[in-house]
Nanobody, 127 residues
Framework: QVQLVESGGELVQAGGSLRLSCAAS????????MGWFRQAPGKEREFAAA????????NYADSVKGRFTISRDNAKNTVYLQMNSLKPEDTAVYYC????????????????????WGQGTQVTVSS
């Protein structure tokens, strides 16, 4: 099993930036496709970004494309989500997720595809 702990969420003004981190333990994260999802109050959890095992392939929701960047440092067992030009509608709890997958290069966008989840970190963007 892999345990995931998110950090970096806080209150920020619109137009600002944050970098979220997801630290993995228990297993090396290099064997996992990693994703970031978010859930706003009263809404379903939605996909934000995903990165393949080797970092060579990334995928983003249209709502964050061009503003968010997902990256990973397998040596540090950590995945990041750099968020720029934040908007009030980005306010949500952000979750890190991991999916064990044998082949490099693949990413997944559906929450049901992921095996492990962190507890989430709150991001609040004020207008």
């Amino acid at each position: 099993q892999v345990q995931l702990v998110e950090s970096g969420g806080e209150l920020v003004q619109a137009g600002g930036s944050l970098r979220l981190s997801c630290a993995a333990s228990g297993r090396t994260v290099s064997g996992y496709v990693m994703g970031w999802f978010r859930q706003a109050p009263g809404k379903e959890r939605e996909f934000a970004a995903a990165i393949s095992r080797n970092g060579g392939n990334t995928n983003y929701a249209d709502s964050v494309k061009g503003r968010f960047t997902i990256s990973r440092d397998n040596a540090k067992n950590t995945v990041y989500l750099q968020m720029n030009s934040l908007k009030p509608e980005d306010t949500a709890v952000y979750y890190c997720a991991a999916k064990g997958f044998f082949t490099s290069g693949y990413v997944f966008r559906r929450a049901d595809d992921y095996d492990y989840w962190g507890q989430g970190t709150q991001v609040t963007v004020s207008s």
